[in-house]
């Protein structure tokens, strides 16, 4: 998990990791050089066994996730934006279905649930954002973004290098499919129909903000 400035969400997320069936492993939390109270919030869960919290001047989300990377020491590794959170039985699911995943496919990922965060009454729920197979780099770049969760083969993300660093706005934006599409061209990636991931669409959202620059970014993939 990477945070900018998300100190409103970014406990939410941790307990969320947490409060499951089935215990994580691990819990990764790099804050990128947040201005609010994002790292005080991260500091609360210090105490609590598997967590691993770093700080780093603010670079952008792949800088921050390739910094993680090293501390993985499992054989998968999900990533959980600072926004969104996991259903209490995400985690069980998940290794069940990673249990029974050829040896070939390095990325699993699902449906997710989509919340609009409404500025004085809570969550107000769209509804769920089904998933769809994936086969070629083209089909990739045609996806409907976010594609999620994003399950990672540890060492097949390791084998790529991690996070590509894009010339465009300097590597700050769309890592996700920047690493989707290195994947895929040395590997599988696969779907499944499931829904444990909620993701929270709000104002301050990164991605949100930056919808507009999709078709200026697309050029700077590299795919057959």
């Given at each position: 998990?990477?945070?900018?400035?998300?100190?409103?969400?970014?406990?939410?997320?941790?307990?969320?990791?947490?409060l499951?069936?089935?215990?994580?492993?691990?819990?990764l939390?790099?804050?990128?050089g947040?201005?609010d109270?994002?790292?005080?919030?991260?500091?609360?869960?210090?105490?609590?066994?598997?967590?691993?919290?770093?700080r780093?001047?603010n670079?952008?989300?792949?800088?921050?996730?390739n910094?993680?990377?090293?501390?993985?020491?499992?054989?998968?590794?999900?990533?959980?934006?600072?926004?969104?959170?996991?259903?209490?039985d995400?985690l069980?699911l998940i290794?069940?279905?990673?249990?029974?995943?050829p040896?070939?496919?390095?990325?699993?990922?699902?449906?997710?649930?989509?919340?609009?965060?409404?500025?004085?009454?809570?969550?107000?729920?769209?509804?769920?954002?089904?998933?769809?197979?994936?086969?070629?780099?083209?089909?990739?770049?045609?996806?409907?973004?976010?594609?999620?969760?994003?399950?990672?083969?540890?060492?097949?993300?390791?084998?790529?290098?991690?996070?590509?660093?894009?010339?465009?706005e300097n590597?700050?934006?769309y890592?996700?499919?920047?690493v989707?599409?290195?994947?895929?061209?040395?590997?599988?990636?696969?779907?499944?129909?499931?829904?444990?991931?909620?993701?929270?669409?709000?104002?301050d959202?990164?991605t949100?903000?930056?919808?507009?620059?999709?078709?200026?970014?697309?050029?700077?993939?590299?795919?057959?």
């Open positions: 998990m990477s945070t900018y400035n998300m100190a409103d969400y970014i406990e939410t997320a941790i307990a969320s990791c947490f499951q069936q089935t215990q994580p492993d691990q819990v939390v790099i804050d990128d947040s201005e109270d994002s790292y005080k919030k991260m500091l609360k869960w210090k105490e609590q066994e598997r967590v691993t919290l770093l780093k001047k670079s952008g989300k792949a800088r921050a996730l910094e993680l990377l090293p501390y993985v020491t499992a054989d998968f590794v999900m990533e959980v934006d600072a926004d969104d959170w996991l259903d209490p995400a069980f290794k069940k279905k990673l249990q029974r995943l040896k070939d496919v390095s990325v699993l990922y699902g449906n997710f649930r989509k919340w609009k965060q409404q500025p004085t009454d809570g969550l107000m729920y769209k509804g769920i954002a089904k998933g769809k197979t994936v086969k070629t780099e083209r089909e990739l770049a045609s996806y409907r973004f976010p594609l999620g969760p994003r399950v990672y083969r540890t060492a097949a993300l390791k084998r790529v290098g991690g996070f590509p660093l894009s010339p465009f590597g700050r934006l890592e996700d499919v920047s989707l599409i290195n994947l895929i061209k040395q590997s599988k990636i696969s779907y499944d129909d499931f829904t444990v991931y909620n993701i929270r669409e709000h104002t959202s990164i949100r903000k930056n919808r507009h620059k999709w078709k200026e970014f697309k050029p700077f993939l590299k795919y057959d």
